[in-house]
């Protein structure tokens, strides 16, 4: 697979109350800074998001399995808007970039 075929970062959490937590992001977002406000700042973290790069397909097959799902990014959110996942204004925006946590 080449790198446009795996647009997304995608990584799998175990909480240990049992909670299956799927993050996803935009391929180009990953260590990027995000201004939120004019005194505070976040960074897209390796440590959350960085599991391995996935296609969509790969992402709605875990996000199947989980119990809660944060999405960064505008790819991710239109693919998961467009299979249903995210309903239509469920979204916000983080410093311009759209995010949503689903639980489930």
Not at 11 to 37: M, N, P, Y
Not at 45 to 69: C, P, Q
Request: glycine share 8%; net charge negative; proline share 2%.
């Amino acid at each position: 697979m080449t790198e446009d075929d795996c647009p997304f970062w995608v990584k799998v959490h175990h909480s240990v109350t049992g909670e299956v937590i799927v993050a996803a992001c935009d391929r180009g977002l990953l260590g990027k800074k995000i201004r939120i406000s004019e005194k505070f700042e976040t960074r897209v973290s390796e440590d959350f998001y960085m599991g391995r790069t996935a296609n969509w397909e790969h992402v709605a097959k875990l996000i199947e399995t989980a119990t809660i799902v944060n999405l960064l990014g505008d790819e991710i959110i239109e693919a998961a808007t467009a299979a249903g996942i995210v309903p239509e204004g469920a979204c916000t925006t983080i410093g311009g970039i759209r995010h949503v946590q689903l639980i489930r």
